[in-house]
């Protein structure tokens, strides 16, 4: 009996000190403060007070404080570590940092509690960010408290109840982490984790992730790499970061192909730094009624883009905004989302009309570009966009091929669109309001084009039409009623509907005023030119306000036979500034009538006259081009309902040439004799 109880005192005591080996611990889970300014070994127990460290156990507390200036190494003998919470806190100095254990340590975060704590409280100034290289392991979640400053752990991260990220710091896994599993939350600040190669690197290992308001996911690619993980975005970035630096889901580096499913349960940011969203998945960014703010950097040769589709979810009226500071993003997919597209900086690429999403002819559906913002459509083509256009200052861009713009267009600022690219063709049929606001086309090449056709354009306001590289076209083919002046700096612009540049006066400073339709108001030409007519074939353009030429300008006109040539007819005044009158005969047929024929090609309308004395640079009577059978004379009537017409005679036989030359030769050398 006696040795049977001292049997059982031993097993007693040996099941004892196995459990401190198997779970090192220390009595009252004390918190233990590092020591060493140069760095040491945490196993050292001169390294900390107060006596009787080291930390090594369940629920102690290792705090790693402000007694560095520099960076720092803390090594582990024997390799492994247990605490309940490691602290690295109130560094200030700008170089101060750690570097705490190797790849080939561990350190167990265990609280006794079912988590294992993480807490950074430093300087967010400093230079250096705080690392951990060692693996670890958490019995249970791991609550990564990082109040301020950066720390990177480049150990892998075991953690069989997840991980919480808060704080306003941030916390950066740069290894694959396939021991991570119950889920990954971020309540503040920034957890960004880093993956490569296909999934065979994952710093979220297949964790579903939350981002709450307030908290920042930044998914980095440091080799191609395809994530799958559920995203749910519950808010926006960061409070107080950086504009354009704001995301609550940042995708760096463009190998990163995410291909998860993202869901919005807020008004949620997302940057995309040349990464490819949703490419090759048949998940969707799901918005339930939010809006999906793009943003980011500078880069203009950086396009972020989005590959799959964009849906409303469970509530309609789920809306795109683009805001990125100077950058670009695509909407490659056929978008189901029924809200507003707001580009509010940066450019927005689309290829095909349903990258915006529903076209349901409301003000809800429309789309929207500001001050800063560009809309290029993008695509070989031809295809229509049928959504309402608000214009805030912003540019639309017509990029190659045959592009239509068929709902209403108003102007909230003066604004801008363009056709560009190979045959870049835009036409705008749904009307335009200027609404008290400058409309500026630019067609950019030779053969950019830029059509108003079927409602025109209203409102007080005017229209510029500026130079670019080439001279490219404008045809305003419908009637329009806007008030402001319409300036032509550059391009071929072909009037070609009653009334097409609305009711107030024209100046034609460079380029041409074309077409076979009317202006309304006074057309001043100080430099270019006027040239009535089709591109092809000749016709007539009325101008009911009067035309003033300066000396340096020209009258245009082509003619092909006494019924088909390029004419004016003018109401008003009519002062020809001795322009130059330009008269192309290369299309003139033989069968004019000598004598009778009289072409006007500048006609006063009604009582109206031309100025009294007023001509081109060619003198009543002068030539203005010949035929083989034709010289063309120009004459100029004063009288109401004159103008300047074209008269043409037969050009003289060679042989009565040669006999009028002879004919002079022979009086000169008479007078002589003489």
């Not at 189901?336 to 915006?356: E, H, Q, W």
Request: charged letters at 10%; hydrophobic letters at 40%.
């Amino acid at each position: 009996m006696h040795s049977y109880t001292r049997l059982g005192r031993l097993g007693a005591l040996i099941l004892i000190v196995a459990a401190f080996v198997v779970t090192p611990q220390v009595a009252g889970a004390q918190t233990f403060t590092w020591v060493p300014p140069l760095g040491g070994e945490w196993m050292s127990a001169g390294s900390w007070t107060p006596a009787g460290g080291p930390p090594n156990g369940v629920g102690t507390t290792a705090i790693f404080g402000n007694v560095v200036n520099n960076p720092v190494m803390v090594t582990i003998a024997g390799g492994a570590v247990t605490v309940g919470d490691l602290d690295i806190r109130d560094l200030t100095l700008l170089s101060a940092a750690y570097s705490i254990g190797q790849p080939t340590n561990t350190i167990t975060l265990n609280n006794g509690d079912g988590t294992g704590i993480l807490s950074v409280n430093v300087s967010p100034t400093l230079g250096n960010m705080q690392k951990i290289p060692a693996n670890l392991s958490v019995a249970g979640t791991f609550l990564a408290n990082i109040q301020s400053g950066t720390v990177q752990v480049s150990g892998s991260v075991s953690a069989s109840g997840g991980l919480i990220k808060s704080g306003n710091g941030s916390l950066i896994c740069t290894t694959t982490n396939p021991g991570l599993t119950g889920g990954i939350a971020v309540n503040g600040g920034s957890l960004e984790v880093r993956g490569s190669d296909d999934l065979s690197m994952s710093g979220m290992g297949t964790n579903a992730v939350t981002v709450a308001s307030g908290g920042q996911l930044v998914v980095n690619a440091t080799g191609f790499w395809q994530p799958t993980n559920t995203l749910t975005i519950a808010g926006k970035g960061p409070t107080g970061a950086p504009q354009f630096q704001d995301a609550a889901l940042w995708f760096k580096g463009s190998a990163d192909y995410y291909q998860g499913p993202i869901t919005l349960t807020g008004d949620a940011s997302l940057r995309l730094d040349g990464a490819f969203l949703l490419r090759g998945s048949s998940n969707v960014l799901t918005l339930n009624g939010h809006e999906a703010r793009f943003t980011g950097g500078s880069s203009a040769s950086t396009v972020g883009e989005v590959d799959g589709v964009i849906a409303d979810g469970s509530t309609a009226s789920g809306s795109v905004r683009i805001d990125i500071n100077g950058g670009n993003i695509k909407l490659s997919a056929d978008n189901t989302y029924s809200g507003a597209t707001l580009v509010n900086k940066g450019t927005l690429f689309i290829d095909r009309p349903a990258s915006l999403g529903q076209a349901l002819g409301t003000a809800t559906d429309r789309v929207a570009v500001n001050s800063g913002g560009v809309l290029s459509m993008e695509g070989s083509g031809p295809y229509t966009v049928n959504k309402l256009l608000t214009l805030g200052g912003g540019t639309v861009i017509c990029n190659s091929g045959n592009k239509t713009w068929t709902g209403a267009v108003t102007l909230t600022a003066n604004s801008t669109i363009t056709a560009e690219g190979s045959a870049g063709h835009f036409m705008l049929s749904g009307g335009i309001n200027l609404n008290g606001n400058t409309l500026t086309l630019r067609p950019t090449f030779g053969d950019s084009i830029i059509t108003i056709d079927t409602v025109g354009i209203s409102g007080t306001g005017g229209l510029k039409i500026v130079p670019v590289t080439g001279q490219g076209t404008i045809n305003l083919n419908a009637t329009s009623t806007y008030s402001g002046t319409t300036m032509i700096q550059s391009h071929k612009v072909y009037a070609n509907a009653t009334q097409s540049t609305g009711t107030g006066a024209v100046t034609v400073s460079g380029g041409s005023l074309r077409g076979v339709g009317s202006v309304t108001g006074a057309v001043t030409v100080s430099s270019g030119s006027i040239f009535p007519g089709a591109p092809t074939t000749p016709g007539n353009l009325t101008l009911n306000g009067g035309v003033t030429f300066a000396s340096s300008t020209q009258f245009q006109v082509r003619v092909v036979s006494n019924t088909s040539f390029d004419s004016a007819t003018v109401a008003g005044s009519a002062v020809l500034g001795n322009a130059t009158l330009s008269v192309d005969l290369s299309g003139a047929d033989t069968n004019f009538n000598v004598g009778t024929d009289k072409l006007y090609i500048l006609k006063m309308s009604g009582v109206s006259s031309l100025q009294t004395g007023t001509t081109f640079n060619v003198p009543n009577g002068g030539a203005v081009g010949s035929t083989s059978l034709y010289t063309f004379f120009a004459f100029y009537d004063y009288s109401p309902n004159g103008g300047v017409y074209l008269i043409p005679q037969p050009v003289p036989e060679p042989s009565l040439l040669i006999a009028v030359a002879a004919s002079a030769l022979g009086l000169m050398r008479l007078r002589r004799l003489l």
